[in-house]
Every structure is written in structure tokens, then in C-alpha cells.
């Protein structure tokens, strides 16, 4: 049998539109709020607010407030946290946003879970989503002798207008549990 002659393939023009580098920034941020809640969620069974942003050359990285205490009160959190990366967009060092709460939800999800994690993305583009996923911590009792497993429910996601990129200011908190 003769092996078959060896062909260039044809280059495909990829169409990197706006939308599809919005779809991916939005999914690193999300993918890293996730990953960060999941691991402490995991280790202490709670969840202050916090935030990921993407700066100019793609980096994601977790925004830190640098205050010597922080507040005890989760709504007294999310207001630092929102004007600090209003000053770091307004001062155009961001691209995209994401900013994350533990809350509990009004109403149990289909799954029955009364916790969820609430995601605040937005980007420069002036594209923003609110994300919604249900989530339930099981175990963590006997001071840790059954390891927490976070188990997460359908994952909601609607579009909102931009509070961080816009002209409006910082958004106000959640309600948190």
C-alpha cells in the first residue's frame, strides 16, 4: 500500500470578531471566579465577596483591597471592591471585570439549593452578564473529618447593562446571605 501524498493543507481564515474575543475574556473571567470560589468554598464553607479582572495584555489576576482589616459586613465588601475597580477602569488599566458573591437566593433553584454564587462580568466593549449558579455545600462536619464537595446547579446567565464601564458608576451589592 503506497502512503498518500503528502498535501499543504489550505489555511482557514479565522473571523476574530469582537463578539468572539468578548465570548472568550468573559469565559477566563469566569472560569477563574470559579475556580477561586470552588477552593475556598471547599476549605472554609464561606465566601466573601471578590473580584477577577483582565488587564490590557490578557492577564487575569484576583483584585486585592489594600486596607489593613476589612469589613465584616459582605455589602461593605462589594462597595470597596466595586469603587476600586472603578478607579482601576476609569484610569484604563482593565478590559474586563468579574466580580463575585455567595448569596441566598429568594427562591431555591429547580435543583432545591438556597446558596448561589452571583457573577457580575462585564467588559470594555460594553458587554455585561449576570451570572447566576446555584450551589450547595455538603460535609465539613466532625471539625472536617468529611471533606466539603460543592455541588453546583444549572448555571444562569442573562445580559445587563454596564455599570463599570459606563458612565454610571459602580453597581450596588447584591443581596447577600
Not at 107 to 116: F, K, L, N, R, V
Request: net charge positive; proline share 9%; aromatic share 6%.
Amino acid at each position: 500500500m503506497k502512503p498518500a501524498p503528502h498535501r499543504n493543507p489550505t489555511p482557514i481564515p479565522i473571523c476574530d470578531t469582537q463578539e468572539d474575543r468578548d465570548h472568550r475574556n468573559a469565559t477566563q473571567l469566569l472560569n477563574a471566579c470559579m475556580s477561586y470560589a470552588r477552593l475556598i468554598l471547599r476549605r472554609y464553607g464561606q465566601l466573601a465577596p471578590f473580584a477577577f479582572s483582565m488587564d490590557r495584555e490578557g492577564q487575569v489576576a484576583r483584585e486585592t483591597l489594600d486596607i489593613p482589616r476589612l469589613p465584616r459586613d459582605p455589602a461593605r465588601i462589594w462597595k470597596l471592591l466595586s469603587d476600586h475597580i472603578a478607579d482601576r477602569v476609569r484610569r484604563g488599566r482593565l478590559q474586563g471585570v468579574a466580580l463575585c458573591a455567595y448569596v441566598t437566593l429568594a427562591e431555591p433553584s429547580a435543583e432545591g439549593y438556597t446558596d448561589a454564587l452571583i457573577l457580575t462580568i462585564e467588559q470594555e466593549s460594553g458587554r455585561a452578564l449576570q451570572v447566576t449558579v446555584p450551589c450547595k455545600i455538603y460535609g465539613g462536619q466532625l471539625r472536617n473529618l468529611l471533606p466539603r464537595r460543592i455541588a453546583l446547579g444549572k448555571t444562569q446567565a442573562e445580559e445587563i447593562d454596564p455599570q463599570l464601564f459606563a458612565r454610571g458608576g459602580p453597581r450596588p451589592a447584591p443581596g447577600f446571605s
